[in-house]
């Protein structure tokens, strides 16, 4: 039985957006969500990687095939209807090595949208969301 699941074949997005905080991933995950041909999860940011394999959030994923197979899950819905499917999650941008390679045996012709920003302006942006809650200026 194990050996018959571990053959089947998982759909796995299409796609990864990534970034620093601050960089434009909201605007990509609102603009993608727009779009006739792709599909993407509800929430724009789905914390797989960093946090709910590691079973921070979630109750214990007792292997890597269920895990595989739970990440799968949030993209089912958009792979039956024949779409692009993918989901923009910025931290994944610093994950360790490790997670790096779990990704990339799962999904080795994933797509990766790095999204990157001027960083003096990515700094001044974050500043002013935190110390003084002024609106942004783009």
């Known amino acids: ?4 699941l571990k053959s089947l074949k998982i759909p796995m997005p299409d796609f990864l957006g990534i970034g620093a905080a601050k960089t434009g991933t909201s605007w990509l995950w609102k603009n ?28 214990l994923i007792p292997n890597e095939l269920e895990a595989k197979i739970r990440y799968s899950s949030f993209f089912l819905r958009g792979k ?5 499917t993918g989901e923009v999650t910025p931290a994944y941008a610093i994950l360790p090595e490790e997670k790096i390679k ?8 994933v797509k990766i949208i790095f999204i990157m920003r001027d960083p003096v302006l990515r700094a001044w942006s974050q500043a002013k969301k935190v110390f003084l809650n002024l609106p942004e200026s783009h």
Do not use: Q, V
């Not at 039985?1 to 018959?4: D, L």
């Not at 039956?80 to 692009?84: N, T």
């Not at 779990?102 to 012709?109: Q, Y």
């Open 32 to 59: 993608l969500k727009r779009h006739r041909d792709i599909w993407t999860p509800k929430s724009k940011e789905i914390h797989f990687f960093d946090r709910r394999i590691e079973n921070r959030l979630f109750p």
């Open 102 to 109: 779990l990704i990339n045996s799962w999904m080795p012709d």
């Open 1 to 4: 039985m194990t050996s018959i």
């Open 80 to 84: 039956l209807m024949g779409k692009l």
